[in-house]
């Protein structure tokens, strides 16, 4: 799985800064995750995962291989982009690759650098790149609406349950409001997804502050955090700047730093966290002397889905887990002690994989 996330805002509110400290702090890590592949404006980040350590700790394991995720520095957003301006339909069409946009506001104050429309008003900022996105939505979904139209009157009814999502779709977008303020039933979600929508993707509203606020945030992030809220959106409070500075320190500087700054640890762990979370993600590992793993599945993942994420053929062939809890990992000093006190439990097709399992698959070739 491949996951990306965009990081949008107008020009000058921290996006490159941000984007430069996690791919810097990628590139550190690149000895370590020799498939580390960083390109000028899309780097390949490990997800955080103090858990990982634990266990590689636990079984010895030679090496260790995190989740991964991808960021996108998405240039140029400026008001009229739906209607060509700026690069227009060209970064529209690189969020729409995406899986989660990142919205960034700017909300620090420095005179010596600045703001396209002369202001420091993150709110703004935001609902001018969300009406980009969703002035996009909404002509994409007219264009289409006709069509799918005359095709739900004939009877099709996929086209009946396209129409019906296109209409939940307008509602908000009408109103001034991002598609993924709409209710979508559990059946609807595989063709929701397939309308495309950008405003529809799952958003994270990044507040960059001062240095002084990246503790606890300012009255500008608190404006931010509640509008994340009612647009269906999580937020995170972020210094791109101090992050940038961090990226580039050893482990124990970084602590040092960390400490005098009143943080336990840095906000782009927070902020890549975030963002799995938003996707919707868990992660369960696979534990031996050669590696500890940590794999990627949606939340409600069952067995087979799980295994299907190493190899398609685990997938069709599975037959069962033996898996452990972490905490019982962990507990019982690895899976030698596990078994012995019946932690190890053998799960079948049906079983839903929990967050922090840890799993060996058998399976029929
Ligand atoms: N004071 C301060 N300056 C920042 C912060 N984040 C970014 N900047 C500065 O703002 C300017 C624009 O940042 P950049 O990341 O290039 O913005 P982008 O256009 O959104 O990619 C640069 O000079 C940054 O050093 C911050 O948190 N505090
Ligand atoms: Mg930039």
Known sequence: MALKVAIVGLPNVGKSTLFNALTKTAAAQAANY?????????????????????????????????????????AGLVRGASKGEGLGNQFLANIRDCDAVAFVARCFVDDDITHVENRIDPISDLEIIETELMLADLESLEKRVVN????????????????RLINLALTPLRAGKPARVAQIDKEDEKAWHMLQLL????????????????????????????????????????????????????????REFLETLGLEEPGLNRLIREAYKLLGLQTYFTVGPKEARAWTIPVGATGPQAAGVIHTDFEKGYIRAETIAYNDFVALKGEAGAKEAGKMRAEGKAYVVKDGDVMHFLFNN
Not at 53 to 65: N, P, R, T
Not at 222 to 243: F, G, P, T, W, Y
């Open 34 to 74: 020799p498939f580390c592949t960083i390109e000028p404006n899309t780097g390949d980040v490990a997800v955080p995962e103090p858990r990982l350590d634990v266990l590689a700790g636990i079984a010895g394991s030679k090496e260790i291989i995190p989740s991964r995720i991808t960021f996108v520095d998405i």
């Open 148 to 163: 799918v139209e005359k095709k739900a009157k004939g009877g099709d009814k996929d086209a009946q349950q396209t129409l």
């Open 199 to 254: 405003t529809s993707l799952p958003a994270l509203y990044v507040a960059n502050v001062d240095e002084a606020s990246a503790d606890k945030g300012n009255e500008l992030s608190d404006l931010v955090a509640k509008r994340a809220a009612e647009d269906n959106a999580n937020s995170v409070v972020i210094s791109a700047q101090i992050e940038s500075e961090i990226a580039v320190l050893d482990d124990e500087e970084q």
